[in-house]
């Protein structure tokens, strides 16, 4: 039997990155897949990629979008929340729209999946929630992600608030903490940096130990872990994944 026969998953910002090998992992593990994303083109893709997975728009800073989401798939098993942004500056550079789009994306639109499938959750008897954070959060300062880190700090306090208080009805809640992957959102991030960009390309592998960027799959494996029954004494946790980046 596959690891989440018989689960159910909806997933934010499943168009690329860890989003997208999340949704195809979950999927090759025999759950049912509603893969969101606010990109049409990548949902679109997403779709001729992989046509076992439901796939369709829904932009996750929207309270419409997001309830309709939860109408249209009805109660889950797992809730994955991905969708996220990286500003790049520190405090200094921070603009106030920097500042509320940022934890708008990355905190608040967990805020609105939470209040929509939680219910269905409690009703259901117990789920997993998955959300993703960073090493760079309260784990760890990085140069260039004042506004960023504070967000990622934030999501690991939403998760273990929600776990704590949702441990009696047997849903757990954990995030994840990824190092750098390298996603098509790093390569454009580096695009934009000033100077050389396999010098800047360099810099972000030299972080972690093992030297070498995180591919999606491997986020994506402890995404199957965490949505499935082998973890279920598992809950309020931050788990690393940064090739030593934190060490």
């Given at each position: 039997?596959?690891?989440?026969?018989?689960?159910?998953?909806?997933?934010?910002?499943?168009?690329?990155?860890?989003?997208?090998?999340?949704?195809?992992?979950?999927?090759?593990?025999?759950a049912k897949v509603f893969?969101?994303?606010?990109?049409?083109?990548?949902?679109?893709?997403?779709?001729?990629?992989?046509?076992?997975?439901?796939?369709?728009?829904?932009?996750?800073?929207?309270?419409?979008?997001?309830?309709?989401?939860?109408?249209?798939?009805?109660?889950?098993?797992?809730?994955?929340?991905?969708?996220?942004?990286?500003?790049?500056?520190?405090?200094?550079?921070?603009?106030?729209s920097d500042w509320d789009?940022?934890?708008?994306?990355?905190?608040?639109?967990?805020?609105?999946?939470?209040?929509?499938?939680?219910?269905?959750?409690?009703?259901?008897?117990?789920?997993?929630?998955?959300?993703?954070?960073?090493?760079?959060?309260?784990?760890?300062?990085?140069?260039?992600?004042?506004?960023?880190?504070?967000?990622?700090?934030?999501?690991?306090?939403?998760?273990?608030?929600?776990?704590?208080?949702?441990?009696?009805?047997?849903?757990?809640?954990?995030?994840?903490?990824?190092?750098?992957?390298?996603?098509?959102?790093?390569?454009?991030?580096?695009?934009?940096?000033?100077?050389?960009?396999?010098?800047?390309?360099?810099?972000?592998?030299?972080?972690?130990?093992?030297?070498?960027?995180?591919?999606?799959?491997?986020?994506?494996?402890?995404?199957?872990?965490?949505?499935?029954?082998?973890?279920?004494?598992?809950?309020g946790s931050a788990s690393?994944?940064?090739?030593?980046?934190?060490?």
């Amino acid at each position: 039997m596959k690891r989440l026969e018989g689960k159910t998953i909806f997933i934010t910002a499943a168009g690329q990155g860890i989003g997208r090998a999340g949704a195809l992992a979950c999927a090759a593990e025999g759950a049912k897949v509603f893969a969101s994303d606010v990109d049409p083109g990548l949902v679109d893709k997403l779709k001729k990629d992989a046509p076992g997975l439901e796939c369709f728009v829904a932009d996750a800073m929207s309270n419409a979008a997001i309830e309709a989401a939860a109408k249209r798939t009805g109660p889950v098993d797992v809730l994955f929340n991905c969708a996220g942004w990286v500003h790049h500056g520190t405090i200094l550079d921070v603009t106030e729209s920097d500042w509320d789009r940022s934890f708008d994306l990355n905190v608040k639109s967990m805020w609105r999946t939470l209040k929509a499938y939680l219910p269905g959750m409690v009703a259901k008897g117990g789920g997993s929630i998955i959300n993703i954070s960073s090493a760079a959060s309260s784990i760890k300062g990085a140069p260039n992600r004042a506004v960023y880190s504070a967000t990622k700090a934030a999501v690991i306090g939403l998760t273990k608030s929600v776990a704590t208080d949702f441990a009696d009805k047997n849903i757990r809640c954990n995030a994840i903490c990824p190092g750098t992957v390298d996603t098509p959102s790093l390569r454009e991030r580096i695009k934009a940096l000033p100077g050389d960009y396999d010098k800047n390309y360099q810099a972000f592998v030299a972080r972690q130990k093992l030297g070498r960027l995180a591919t999606a799959e491997e986020i994506a494996h402890l995404v199957v872990y965490l949505a499935s029954d082998e973890s279920a004494f598992v809950t309020g946790s931050a788990s690393m994944i940064d090739g030593g980046w934190s060490v």
